[in-house]
């Protein structure tokens, strides 16, 4: 079955560092991946999104590629900020798109 | 504009009690869905309604059940609140007309049941 596994957290980082969360798929076919954040006391917002492989989606600063040949799809930062802080989720739709497959999420901490 | 509203935002209930949460979309997305998130943030799709029709029902007891009056709306009833359901409940909706299907999330409801 199709799943998404994300590295565990909290993932604890000095101000202006480089920043790294892991995410690989596995699923049929050419899903649709997305990086959603949610921020303290805050529902899930969409990150980012990449649709066929080599897609590079990108927001705020973050970037992730749609890697088809390690099922992957890494989201990366060049200097987070303390305003970062969140809960970061990687996700998958494939088909209908009625269902999405959400990592466990990976907590971030950026410390100033 | 709020795109995705929930009420109320807290709900503290005793165990036993029946209550129910509201949701509206102002998107005009044909797809809705319903998610619990634990404390860990591990987030746990229960139900989805696609054009007021239920499509995805997961392993969610017969307690919970969910209404779509309409296409912009979905309530999810609680029958018999047990301590297990605390939880952030989070309303979502998404359009099936354009991928790649990304969803819009509502502000969560944290149910604490005592």
């Known amino acids: 079955g199709n799943s998404v596994t994300q590295m565990e957290g909290p993932v604890t980082l000095s101000e202006e560092a480089f920043l790294t969360i892991n995410c690989t798929y596995t699923?049929?076919?050419?899903?649709?991946l997305f990086w959603y954040v949610q921020y303290p006391g805050e529902g899930l917002q969409l990150l980012l999104k990449a649709t066929k492989a080599d897609d590079k989606g990108s927001n705020k600063g973050f970037e992730a590629t749609y890697r088809k040949e390690t099922t992957s799809f890494h989201l990366e930062k060049g200097s987070v900020q303390v305003s970062d802080s969140a809960v970061y989720f990687c996700a998958l739709t494939r088909g209908g798109g009625f269902k999405t497959i959400f990592g466990a999420g990976t907590r971030l901490f950026v410390k100033a | 504009d709020t795109a995705v509203s929930q009420t109320p935002k807290y709900l503290v209930t005793q165990m036993g009690n029946d209550k129910s949460i509201k949701c509206e979309q102002n998107?005009?997305?044909?797809?809705m869905y319903w998610y619990k998130q634990d404390s860990k943030k591990f987030l746990k799709i229960m139900f989805s309604?696609?054009?007021?029709?239920?499509?995805i029902n997961e392993t969610v007891p017969n307690r919970f059940s969910p209404k779509s009056p309409d296409k912009a709306h979905l309530n999810l009833h609680i029958n018999s609140l047990e301590l297990g359901d605390s939880a952030v409940y989070f309303c979502a909706s998404s359009s099936d007309e354009t991928l790649p299907y990304e969803q819009y999330f509502g502000p969560g409801t944290r149910l604490t049941v005592t």
């Open positions: 309604y696609n054009n007021k029709e239920l499509i």
């Open positions: 699923a049929t076919g050419y899903p649709s």
């Open positions: 998107l005009g997305h044909d797809t």
